[in-house]
């Protein structure tokens, strides 16, 4: 999950008087969960219907079902979002 986002020097519709907006030197915020796969990802799906369920194809060629429901409440949870 990525927040804190701000403009560029580089971005076409920037404004010479919006970059002295409050908050603009702050740094971008990026959150991770992780989950401990065995082996490499050859493939991710992920179902629009569920946006919680995803499946993984591993290098070894069996397919798994994961259930993300934990890891994106945490990542939806302030200050939850850290490795783990």
Not at 11 to 20: A, I
Not at 53 to 65: F, G, I, K, Q
Request: one cysteine or more.
């Amino acid at each position: 999950k990525m927040s804190a986002m701000h403009r560029t020097k580089h971005d076409d519709e920037s404004d010479p008087e919006s970059d002295d907006e409050e908050g603009a030197d702050e740094d971008a915020l990026l959150e991770c969960q992780t989950i401990a796969h065995p082996g490499c990802v050859n493939r991710l799906k992920l179902m629009p219907q569920a946006p919680h369920v995803c499946a993984t194809w591993c290098e070894d060629t069996s397919v798994r079902l994961w259930d993300l429901s934990h890891q994106l409440g945490n990542l939806h949870a302030p200050g939850k979002g850290g490795g783990g």
